[in-house]
């Protein structure tokens, strides 16, 4: 088991930046993809970055392209999403996730990913 908890939420301005993380304790995740997903009250869950195990391979959501990074440190058992130019429309409840499968590629399902933490929230105001 897994568990995952993010930080670093928060209300900002439009054009600011944020940097979440989400830290994970139990079981090793370094051989695992991670991802953030993202949520507002009425709509799916969807998917806003994943990286691979091996740090180097990293996707993201058409809209969040260029404006947001995905990064993580197997050290620390660790994965950041750097956001920056916040829109009024990134506003949402972010979730850190972990996949299922071991050497998951190319996954952007919910339900591909087994393990969440509780969210932290990012408001955008314009």
């Known amino acids: 088991q897994v568990q995952l908890v993010e930080s670093g939420g928060g209300l900002v301005q439009a054009g600011d930046s944020l940097r979440l993380s989400c830290v994970a304790s139990g079981r090793t995740v370094s051989n695992y993809a991670m991802g953030w997903f993202r949520q507002v009250p009425g709509k799916e869950r969807e998917f806003v970055a994943a990286i691979h195990w091996n740090s180097v391979s990293r996707y993201y959501e058409e809209f969040v392209k260029g404006r947001f990074t995905i990064s993580r440190d197997n050290a620390k058992k660790t994965v950041y999403l750097q956001m920056n130019s916040l829109k009024p429309e990134d506003t949402a409840v972010y979730y850190c996730?972990?996949?299922?499968?071991?050497?998951?590629?190319?996954?952007?399902?919910?339900?591909?990913?087994?393990?969440w933490g509780q969210g932290t929230q990012v408001t955008v105001s314009s």
């Open positions: 996730a972990v996949s299922r499968k071991i050497l998951s590629w190319g996954i952007r399902n919910p339900s591909d990913f087994g393990s």
